[in-house]
């Protein structure tokens, strides 16, 4: 399914200067499931397909034993988010998933405020375990809806149909405050009034949070290899400002590309993404930003389930482990920072990559000179034009 992940560029090698970061960033959680019912033709993500069961009792044991090895390296500091991500988290038990969150609470510092977000599948099956769900501890559900038009769905190679994706939509409203619906456009044979149907049907289950995506054809993937025919970019363009004007109509801030929130709604474990916050991944495929007194790190566990599990019984569950350069941090800090509508505070670019705003004003000056940016003692932000060209816009960084 369709979700918002951490964009950065992963960088090899030592770091060619020292760094002092005086304060850490907020921490978060992040679980990966790697198991789908069936792997959809777009998904590039790390997912693979369950057959008829997957080693839930096996997976949660490792997942568990991952957190504790990964301990030394965030001690002290308290996980302000956890979101299990996919996959399809949601073919886990509510009891699997109740152990985990207590797990989490016994072994790491998890704020008793801590937003929990799980990704689930809209079909049947998975709906009614949402009940089960919010009782564990999960606060915020993200449903991979991706339309709600049958035509459409077959299309994306979904599993579900429109009636179960109404269903699942009208049941998270029933047993979460905080929920998410994943909806893609420019999908093969959609016209702009059918992208729009698919935002009123949306909104009709009052959601406080989409993530309004066009479907892209992904390396490896099987679109990639036998690409549908898709709309016109000129005509996908047209959908992008629709939604966006329907949606601040309805009262949604798009505040991030491709997510759009209720005031007060915004997803804080994806907020700390794009703030270039730390996250520990653990889990299949899982990846980790950990900043240290003196450098950063990136992590990544080992990809395939197997592999991973077999990982875990030998003692390291850790496939690459990396130091980031200090000449990345600014390009990483604003590919990621750039993204949000209401951009930072420049003191966040010293915080988060120990370095002088200096090394980047000649570039941020130019990019105000074209109109791509404001720049702001209070805030730097891209502007309409800059979100709009946001490529060109990084690529005065690189």
């Known amino acids: 399914m369709a979700r918002t992940i951490p ?8 770091t060619v200067a020292s760094a002092e970061f005086r304060v850490s960033p907020p921490l978060a959680l992040y679980v990966h499931v790697p198991w789908c019912v069936q792997k959809c033709p777009y998904c590039d993500f790390n997912s693979h397909e369950a057959g008829e069961t ?14 504790q090895s990964a301990l030394p390296l965030i001690w002290g500091r308290p996980v302000v988010s956890v979101f ?14 109740d152990e985990l969150i207590a797990a989490f609470r016994a072994l790491a510092m998890l704020a008793p405020d801590a937003e929990i977000t799980l990704e689930a599948n809209p079909g049947t099956v998975e709906a009614e375990k949402f009940a089960g769900f919010r009782a564990a501890g999960v606060n915020r559900l993200s449903l991979g809806i991706q339309s709600f038009n049958d035509e459409h769905l077959k299309a994306l190679g979904r599993i579900h149909g429109a009636a179960e994706a109404k269903r699942a939509a009208q049941l998270a409203g029933q047993y979460f405050d905080s929920f998410n619906l994943d909806l893609m456009y420019g999908l093969p044979g959609q016209t702009h009034e059918q992208a729009l149907t698919d935002i009123e049907t949306a909104l009709s289950f009052a959601p406080s949070h989409l993530s309004c995506y066009q479907l892209t054809l992904e390396p490896n993937t099987r679109f990639a290899a036998f690409p549908p025919e898709l709309p016109e970019g000129d005509i996908c363009a047209d959908m992008q400002e629709a ?4 949606l601040a109509a309805a009262d949604f801030a798009n505040y991030e590309t491709s997510a759009f929130a209720q005031p007060g709604k915004q997803c804080k474990h994806n907020l700390n993404y794009w703030y270039f916050g730390d996250y520990l991944g653990i889990g299949a495929g899982a990846h980790s930003k950990l900043t240290l007194h003196d450098r950063v790190l990136r992590q990544m566990r080992h990809k395939h389930p197997k592999a991973y599990l077999e990982s875990i019984r030998s003692g390291s569950a850790v496939q690459e482990d990396n130091q980031v350069e200090m000449t990345s941090l600014p390009f990483e800090f604003l590919m990621n920072a750039l993204r949000l509508a209401d951009g930072f505070h420049p003191g966040l670019f010293e915080a988060r ?4 705003l200096n090394v980047v ?6 990019a105000e000179a074209d109109g791509l940016l404001i720049v702001g003692p209070e805030k730097i932000a891209p502007t ?9 816009l990084l690529e005065r960084f690189l």
């Open 7 to 14: 964009i950065f560029a992963q960088k090899k090698g030592p």
């Open 54 to 67: 997957i080693p839930e009792r096996e997976y949660v044991d490792a997942l568990i034993a991952d957190l």
């Open 84 to 97: 299990f991500g996919g996959g399809t988290p949601s073919l886990l038990s509510p009891a699997a998933i």
């Open 243 to 246: 939604i966006e004007a329907r």
């Open 353 to 356: 990559t120990a370095q002088s």
């Open 361 to 366: 004003l000649p570039q941020l000056k130019a």
């Open 384 to 392: 309409t034009k800059g979100r709009r060209f946001l490529n060109v």
